[in-house]
């Protein structure tokens, strides 16, 4: 079955830009989406078909998909961007949803 | 305003059977994707099934096939997730989710705690 793996955590600096990444096998060749999910809520979708932002999402957030790696672009951080962030795939080969293991960000 | 509103927390027994459910609005149930996503307690996200209430369509993840039953009442708008023999290992959050595509979930619901202890 298909295999989405994240690092499971990143720290950077309030301001500053944070990269989360995605891998999987021919990535590049899937649909990737974002979620983030902050303490005691249901995720938010982020980011949705690699780089589309759903409305309401801020500019900041933004991402891309090629190779073997998806990633999720968090410019000017905000201690209000601290969440967890979940990739995920629809896999068309064994038709099922697949997420990531999650990466926590922190903000320092 | 596109709303999934789920049912209460649930204290059950292992052995014991359980439904819950997840009431959609402000949006075509009928020509949406419904499904459900496990959280255990400090873990990450588990994809359990979805449907498309227009034409009953299941798709089931093979980790839960056997275990659960989605199904939905396109009559009331409502998407279920039903247990016949509950184990203490089913103890988690339950979040259903709506997709107007299969491919990703643009809204979820509050999430259902499910707490399954003798």
């Known amino acids: 079955s298909y295999v989405l793996t994240q690092a499971p955590s990143v720290s950077v600096a309030p301001g500053q830009t944070a990269r989360i990444s995605c891998g999987g096998n021919?990535?590049?060749?899937?649909?990737v989406h974002w979620y983030q999910q902050k303490p005691g809520q249901a995720p938010v979708l982020v980011v949705c078909a690699d780089s589309d932002r759903p409305s309401g999402i801020p500019e900041r957030f933004s991402g891309s998909n090629s190779g073997s790696t998806a990633t999720l672009t968090i410019s000017r951080v905000e201690a209000g961007d601290e969440a967890d962030y979940y990739c995920q795939v629809w896999d068309t080969n064994s038709d099922r949803c697949v997420f990531g293991g999650g990466t926590k960000l922190t903000v320092l | 305003e596109v709303q999934l509103v789920q049912s209460g927390a649930e204290v059950k027994k292992p052995g014991e059977s359980l439904k819950i459910s997840c009431k959609g609005s402000g949006y075509s149930f009928t020509k949406s994707w419904i499904g459900w996503v496990r959280q255990m307690p400090g873990k990450g996200l588990e994809w359990m099934g979805i449907i498309y209430p227009g034409d009953s369509d299941t798709r089931i993840s093979p980790s839960f096939q056997g275990q659960v039953t989605i199904s939905a009442d396109k009559s009331i708008s409502t998407a279920y997730l039903q247990w016949s023999s509950l184990k203490a290992s089913d103890t988690a959050m339950y979040c259903c989710?709506?997709?107007?595509?299969?491919?990703?979930?643009?809204?979820w619901g509050q999430g259902t705690l499910v707490t399954v202890s003798s």
């Open positions: 989710v709506m997709g107007t595509t299969l491919d990703y979930f643009d809204y």
């Open positions: 021919n990535i590049g060749s899937k649909s």
